[in-house]
């Protein structure tokens, strides 16, 4: 187990859900959508979220270029493996006609697009109308990816101003975490960013000191009062092509 493994299972359980809370949004969102509708999953990556489309037909599209190291900046997960995808092309230019699909989802995409208001045109392009548009990104994020990593971010009046601007309606976003969950996500990051940023970890009275702040997080975000509008990990959205 690493340092930062063992962390965890000491520290207070807060600021760990980001990745599952988004997971079961989508999830349950993805149910609503009726039996075998054609849906295109934008920015696809590994294609992890199919499992939640089997009721679906579903279509995969990515760039196909990143191989898991780019250049080698901040975060990397090494290896990248895109299966078969259905579709490789720039994902402001999909080779489909208009409304091919009842349904888009793109999660955790949009951070990584140089373009991503041309991306919202052609969401609305490919969808029918009263077609789903599902998406997934973060309010703030660490540098991921790069070089293919152009925004740390998006809030909700992005969401509000773009959607309504290319024919969405019925926009609902829902924030993922709050300001306190968020910190505490970062604290767990501290003994993996010492040690690649400054060739230190923390020693054991700061590490007691991370144990009483992700104590005081917890009570805080037990507490909480609307800091999601603050800070918060992402947002999650569902609009319909009006």
Not at 73 to 80: D, S
Not at 167 to 190: C, H, M, S, V
Request: proline share 5%; charged share 25%; hydrophobic share 35%.
């Amino acid at each position: 187990m690493n340092i930062g493994s063992f962390l965890k299972s000491l520290l207070p359980a807060v600021g760990r859900d980001n990745e599952s809370s988004r997971e079961t949004w989508l999830e349950e969102t993805l149910l609503t959508i009726p039996d075998n509708s054609r849906i295109l999953d934008a920015g696809a990556g590994t294609q992890q979220y199919s499992r939640f489309c089997r009721h679906l037909e579903y279509v995969s599209q990515d760039f196909g270029e990143y191989d898991g190291k780019g250049d080698d900046a901040a975060l990397q997960p090494g290896e990248f493996d895109y299966g078969k995808l259905d579709i490789v092309s720039d994902i402001n230019s999909i080779p489909e006609p208009d409304a091919s699909f009842d349904a888009i989802m793109c999660i955790e995409v949009l951070e990584h697009l140089p373009d991503p208001v041309q991306t919202i045109k052609e969401f609305s392009r490919l969808l029918k109308p009263e077609g789903h548009l599902i998406i997934t990104a973060p309010f703030c994020s660490l540098t991921h990816f790069a070089p293919y990593h152009f925004s740390s971010g998006f809030n909700t009046y992005w969401y509000e101003r773009h959607l309504a601007e290319y024919g969405f309606k019925n926009i609902e976003i829902t924030r993922n975490g709050n300001y306190f969950e968020f910190i505490a996500q970062e604290i767990y990051r501290i003994p993996a960013t010492s040690k690649r940023y400054s060739d230190s970890r923390p020693n054991p009275v700061e590490l007691f000191s991370m144990f009483i702040l992700q104590r005081m997080l917890l009570r805080f975000s037990k507490r909480n009062k609307g800091s999601s509008e603050l800070l918060c990990f992402g947002y999650h959205v569902h609009a319909i092509k009006d």
